[in-house]
């Protein structure tokens, strides 16, 4: 009977706000699905979300046969998952995206803290930026400027096109934008024209930073949490003049693209559930055997040295020194 199961491919992208993971089929369909907030506690939100997944998933017909991680916390989850394939977000995304639309010549994105522009030519990602300090756009920002304005933030794309004349709101960054939008607010400007222009300043935040100096060219995909925010995806189709395709997966693209790259890998290990009810720590050690004195992050299994990293030389190497 195990030999009559269907072969099924996990990815997981673990980032600073959020977690989100994937189960897919041979034919890229998705078996199970979940997202969730990290909570600053990335080996606790990759355990829950396998229990999450496991729930979903048909352990009968299929068995996962190889495992991707990507984003952030990447080299972790795929320390404790066992994974086949740890890549980074910006090729996670590209294969994600590019594997459902290969037309695709740009991909934005935004997530929690951190946003990213993808160019993409022949399928292949040739050029790409991410956001370095300001969080003014993110979903961090608007999470927080929708608390100061009494409602839910999945609710502003929604108010946001109830607006007649957004209002303008400094979008530099944080500090000023905020604000900006008290300031606004004691002018009487109305809740939907500040929603509306809260909106267009994470556009303009994006695209004269993120974006700055690269030729978006269309078709343009958007991906991320944000885009879930029809508000800010009116904002993009009116400031780059052209249509901006959302896919209603797009906030789990990461976790596809790195199950895809798994999925397209050489190397086969059986993803084992039970490992949601394994122990894992962390624990952070300065090497001291030489002038670079690095911080090595080593991570534990029920007590036991699974995996070291962090050194810049071999003297650094704790799996090495362990097996030595």
Not at 198 to 215: D, I, P, S, W
Request: net charge neutral; glycine share 10%; proline share 1%.
């Amino acid at each position: 009977m195990e030999n009559m199961k269907k072969e099924a491919f996990l990815g997981i992208d673990v980032g600073s706000i959020s977690t989100k993971g994937v189960i897919l089929n041979e034919e890229k369909e998705i078996l199970s699905s979940a997202y969730i907030w990290t909570e600053g506690d990335p080996i606790g939100a990759v355990k829950k979300l396998i229990g999450l997944l496991e729930e979903k998933f048909d352990k009968e017909a299929y068995k996962i046969v190889a495992t991707g991680t990507t984003g952030s916390a990447r080299r972790l989850a795929g320390t404790i998952t066992g994974a086949t394939m740890i890549k980074n977000e910006i090729t996670a995304h590209a294969v994600g995206t590019t594997s459902f639309y290969p037309e695709t010549r740009t991909i934005l994105e935004i997530g929690g803290q951190d946003s990213k522009i993808i160019l993409v030519e022949n399928g292949v990602a040739v050029d790409y930026a991410m956001n370095t300090l300001c969080a003014a756009g993110t979903g961090a920002f608007l999470s927080s400027q929708s608390r100061r304005l009494g409602i839910d933030v999945e609710d502003m794309g929604e108010i946001a096109l109830r607006s007649k004349r957004p209002t303008q709101i400094a979008a530099r960054c944080t500090v000023f934008a905020e604000s900006d939008l008290v300031h606004k607010i004691q002018m009487g400007h109305s809740k939907e024209d500040i929603v509306a222009g809260l909106c267009q300043a994470v556009v303009a935040n994006y695209l004269n930073n993120v974006g700055k100096g690269k030729r978006i060219v269309s078709p343009v995909v958007f991906q991320g949490g944000v885009s879930k925010n029809i508000g800010v995806v009116a904002a993009f189709e009116k400031a780059l003049g052209c249509k901006v395709r959302v896919d209603e997966n797009g906030h789990l693209m990461g976790a596809i693209g790195a199950a895809l790259l798994a999925k397209s890998g050489t190397v086969r290990r059986e993803f084992d559930f039970s490992v949601e009810d394994v122990e894992f720590k962390t624990r952070e050690a300065s090497c001291g055997r030489c002038s670079n004195n690095c911080e090595i992050v080593c991570v534990y299994r029920d007590g036991v040295l699974i995996d070291g990293w962090g050194n810049r030389c071999e003297k650094g190497d704790v799996m090495h020194r362990k097996q030595a």
